[in-house]
T-cell receptor, first 109, second 114 residues
Framework: QQPVQSPQAVILREGEDAVINCSSSKALYSVHWYRQKHGEAPVFLMILLKGGEQKGHEKISASFNEKKQQSSLYLTASQLSYSGTYFCGTAITGNQFYFGTGTSLTVIP | AAGVIQSPRHLIKEKRETATLKCYPIPRHDTVYWYQQGPGQDPQFLISFYEKMQSDKGSIPDRFSAQQFSDYHSELNMSSLELGDSALYFC?????????????FGPGTRLTVL
């Protein structure tokens, strides 16, 4: 039931772009994206809903393919502060929430 | 702006002891989630509450129980602690139940079982 993310880890130089993918074997009603820095709480980035609605930060973009049960997070012009572990998350039923396997992103100068 | 409050922030217990973790959601948020995160792992969903009623259960061991009180704060009770229970425990709250609302996470409680 846990969504699978790819890549597992990525290293970028400042200013480079990255794409993080999230794939589920179950039907998705929505996809959440969170970023977590080491030892800290996950921080909300974006929600993508069926029908194309999105809620989140203006500088973050993402896509949601309902038929393929996939979502992608697009990080452009990366900054050092983007470093962390990115998790997608899905609610299978009601309030039962599953985080993805995580993608570690490191931005270097 | 008010955030989710968790207490205590750190807790050290011996095997077979009990522990109680507390979570105070953001005011007006009626849904609370509990997660367990081991080192290098993703957060694992334990249990959720909506309007003081248990909503869904995930991988919560039978040794653990939780409830949400009339003031919407929630407590996670853990008994017969095992070494494997050592982890970061996060509480999150959202304004409404369901899949369409972002979760706001507390700072977590780091539980160490010796």
């Amino acid at each position: 039931q846990q969504p699978v993310q790819s890549p597992q880890a990525v290293i970028l130089r400042e200013g480079e772009d990255a794409v993080i993918n999230c794939s589920s074997s179950k039907a998705l009603y929505s996809v959440h994206w969170y970023r977590q820095k080491h030892g800290e709480a996950p921080v909300f980035l974006m929600i993508l809903l069926k029908g194309g609605e999105q809620k989140g930060h203006e500088k973050i973009s993402a896509s949601f393919n309902e038929k393929k049960q996939q979502s992608s997070l697009y990080l452009t012009a990366s900054q050092l502060s983007y470093s962390g572990t990115y998790f997608c998350g899905t609610a299978i039923t009601g309030n039962q929430f599953y985080f993805g396997t995580g993608t570690s992103l490191t931005v270097i100068p | 702006a008010a955030g989710v409050i968790q207490s205590p922030r750190h807790l050290i217990k011996e095997k077979r002891e009990t522990a109680t973790l507390k979570c105070y959601p953001i005011p007006r948020h009626d849904t609370v989630y509990w997660y367990q995160q081991g080192p290098g792992q993703d957060p694992q969903f334990l249990i959720s509450f909506y309007e003081k009623m248990q909503s869904d259960k995930g991988s919560i061991p039978d040794r653990f129980s939780a409830q949400q009180f009339s003031d919407y704060h929630s407590e996670l009770n853990m008994s017969s602690l095992e070494l494997g229970d050592s982890a970061l425990y996060f509480c999150a709250s959202s304004l409404k139940a369901g899949v369409n609302h972002e979760q706001f996470f507390g700072p977590g409680t780091r539980l160490t079982v010796l």
